[in-house]
């Protein structure tokens, strides 16, 4: 119940989503964290409960798999076949709702900058 | 000059945020948040810090769990039964939780264990209450229906520990959906 509803759903949270974005190369938490800031620069920050919480919920999903747990502190995950094929189809989803949204402003000789 | 302190905790299920809030206000006066004490807080007279404490719920916490707080500058406090964890960082550190889906997950958790422990104490304070209630019929002795009443409100008063917290999470993730 709850647990895995919108990752069921074929939808990513905002918060999943970049996590999953970032483990297309392995990495470890810490430095998902990192790449996420700067890929966003700092726009886009992910607190360290939310991706415990995100990355556990990845994991059981199996959208993410362990890489290589030597060091408990500093487990690296890399994305799955099933993960990347989910980000993908979440990206084709997430290109439309844009390029809806651009249409709709353009009809109305609005610019969106 | 005293070096400790016991404060009384308000209930982290009621008032979290409060809570958390009054923590901080101690430690700008110097009393620095060292452990849980019984149903309280134990204080230690240090120098005076401008810090903001944050709650999590997660069982079996792992070393994984506490590094990811570490590095985004949130030190591990205390900890009760590695289930209820309190860190501290520097007013102004980016939030523990930054999404309302995982925020969300927090309380449903502890909503679910909380109705776990609650489930055997509300059952059995209904069919006390039921058995007490048939009890009242002619055929059956008087002190059979004061048994099945006591037992009730044994039940009844058992039911409130795990049952108010229960509604009072319930009631946070009500506030939390509608937002």
């Known amino acids: 119940m709850g647990r895995n509803v919108s990752l069921e759903m074929g ?3 905002d918060t999943a989503y970049y996590i999953l974005l970032s483990l297309v190369d392995a990495k470890h938490g810490y430095l998902i964290m990192q790449t996420i800031e700067e890929m966003t620069e700092q726009r886009f920050s992910i607190g360290p409960a939310s991706m415990y919480t995100t990355i556990k919920k990845l994991l059981a999903a199996e959208l993410i798999q362990l890489f290589d747990d030597h060091d408990p502190k500093r487990k690296t995950y890399i994305a799955t076949e099933k ?5 993908k189809n979440e990206v084709k989803r997430r290109r439309e709702m844009v390029s809806h949204a651009e249409e709709v402003f353009k009809k109305r000789g609005e610019q969106l900058i | 000059m005293k070096k400790v302190k016991y404060i009384p905790s308000g209930g982290l299920a009621f008032f979290e945020e409060k809570e958390m809030k009054k923590l901080a206000k101690y430690a700008k006066e110097g009393w620095i948040l060292e452990k849980f004490a019984g149903l309280g807080y134990k204080l230690r007279k240090e120098e ?4 903001e ?13 506490f590094a990811f707080f570490e590095a985004a500058g949130w030190s591990h406090v205390c900890s009760v039964g590695n289930e209820i964890h309190i860190f501290s960082a520097p007013t102004g550190t980016k939030p523990i939780y930054t999404d309302k889906p995982t925020t969300v997950e927090k309380y449903e958790r502890e909503k679910k264990q909380m109705g776990k422990a609650a489930l055997p104490f509300f059952i059995s304070t209904v069919v006390f209450w ?3 209630v048939f009890s009242s019929w002619e055929w059956v002795p008087e002190s059979i229906g004061i048994f099945f009443q006591l037992l009730g409100m044994i039940s009844l008063i058992i039911l409130i520990f795990p049952g108010l917290p229960y509604l009072s999470y319930q009631f946070k993730l009500w506030k939390l959906r509608k937002e």
């Open chain 1, 11 to 13: 939808e990513l949270t």
């Open chain 1, 83 to 87: 993960g990347i094929d989910l980000l």
């Open chain 2, 48 to 51: 005076s810090k401008d810090i």
């Open chain 2, 53 to 65: 404490y944050s709650l999590d719920y997660q069982k079996e916490a792992d070393d994984e769990y």
């Open chain 2, 130 to 132: 039921l058995l007490n």
